[in-house]
T-cell receptor, first 114, second 115 residues
């Protein structure tokens, strides 16, 4: 399995500001994923982040709002830009372990936008 | 398009009784199917998966799930529920085709196990 950490674990932010969430994995992985879980909702995939290439965004998510970095095989960041209260969610990163056919999830970052 | 349905928002069961959390799916081709559990203020934890082979899959914490191709279902079961099983459960399907890396999650079912 993989051990995944996220920083911060939670934050309360003001409207119009930006927050960068970090995801660190204890092993090298090719693919990392960012999900959003709005209150009482299921998980929605925001984007897939491969090392060395641009992130691939799902319908309804754009790079200007959710820029992603993937500088190496163990780390990724997701920025939530120009935040509004509608961005209040749990943001989760996950990784795909080759050969295991599973996704492992980080503990999540709980974001509240006032 | 792939989709997953969890028809029950909430399941209530008494401790010691059997539990079932329902999941149905709609996929093109043969699916990879998963169950994840989310405890309060925690990320998702993998419970079990169906890839191929035996339709009855056993997973963590005494949970099991049965793949039923004719009914396109993958219900999660446990013979005897514990209070500590109370959590949010998500069924998920993975695309075997061009979108192999995408997981599609159901809406989640909150399991309440009462003493």
């Amino acid at each position: 399995s993989a051990v995944i950490s996220q920083k911060p674990s939670r934050d309360i932010c003001q409207r119009g500001t930006s927050l960068t969430i970090q995801c660190q994995v204890d092993s090298q992985v090719t693919m990392m994923f960012w999900y959003r879980q709005q209150p009482g909702q299921s998980l929605t995939l925001i984007a897939t982040a491969n090392q060395g290439s641009e992130a691939t965004y799902e319908s309804g998510f754009v790079i200007d709002k959710f820029p992603i970095s993937r500088p190496n095989l163990t780390f990724s960041t997701l920025t939530v830009s120009n935040m509004s209260p509608e961005d209040s969610s749990i943001y989760l990163c996950s990784v795909d372990i080759t050969g295991r056919n599973e996704q492992f999830f980080g503990p999540g970052t709980r974001l509240t936008v006032l | 398009a792939q989709s997953v349905a969890q028809p029950e928002d909430q399941v209530n069961v008494a401790e010691g009784n059997p539990l079932t959390v329902k999941c149905t799916y709609s996929v093109s081709g043969n699916p990879y199917l998963f169950w994840y559990v989310q405890y309060p203020n925690r990320g998702l934890q993998f419970l079990l998966k169906y890839i191929t082979g035996d339709n009855l899959v056993k997973g963590s914490y005494g949970f099991e799930a049965e793949f039923n191709k004719s009914q396109t279902s993958f219900h999660l079961k446990k013979p005897s529920a514990l209070v500590s099983d109370s959590a949010l459960y998500f069924c998920a399907v993975r695309d075997r085709g061009d979108n192999f890396n995408k997981f599609y999650f159901g809406s989640g079912t909150k399991l309440n196990v009462k003493p």
